[in-house]
């Protein structure tokens, strides 16, 4: 039974920065794909970044050079650093985790998810 953990999130302003953390337990995959999604009201749950036990990374468009996902896999822990925040971030974040796959954005991907954490930019 995986278990994962989010934390980190927050209200900002726009323009500011959060650092979100996932906290995994009970991972027994020696290949497996990681990943941020995010999902406000009334929208479908959209992929943001994820991250393979490799190390390969893949980042929504509408996110890149401005948000970095990174692993401590001796912590086995997720992070989503997140700078230059926008209105349009607000959503709730969750973390994911899966078997290895090339497509680290696609919830199909992933078996297991958080509970998630809530991330509000004001203007």
């Known amino acids: 039974q995986v278990q994962l953990a989010e934390s980190g999130g927050g209200s900002v302003q726009a323009g500011g920065s959060l650092r979100l953390s996932c906290a995994a337990s009970g991972v027994r995959y020696t290949t497996y794909s990681m990943g941020w999604f995010r999902q406000a009201p009334g929208q479908e749950r959209e992929g943001v970044a994820g991250i393979d036990s490799d190390g390969t990374t893949d980042y929504a468009e509408f996110v890149k050079g401005r948000f970095t996902i990174s692993k401590d896999y001796a912590k086995n822990a997720l992070y989503l650093q997140m700078t230059n925040l926008i209105p349009e971030d607000t959503a709730m974040y969750y973390c994911?985790?899966?078997?290895?796959?090339?497509?680290?954005?696609?919830?199909?991907?992933?078996?297991?998810w958080g509970q998630g954490t809530q991330v509000t930019v004001s203007s």
């Open positions: 994911a985790q899966g078997p290895l796959s090339s497509s680290l954005l696609h919830r199909y991907t992933y078996d297991w």
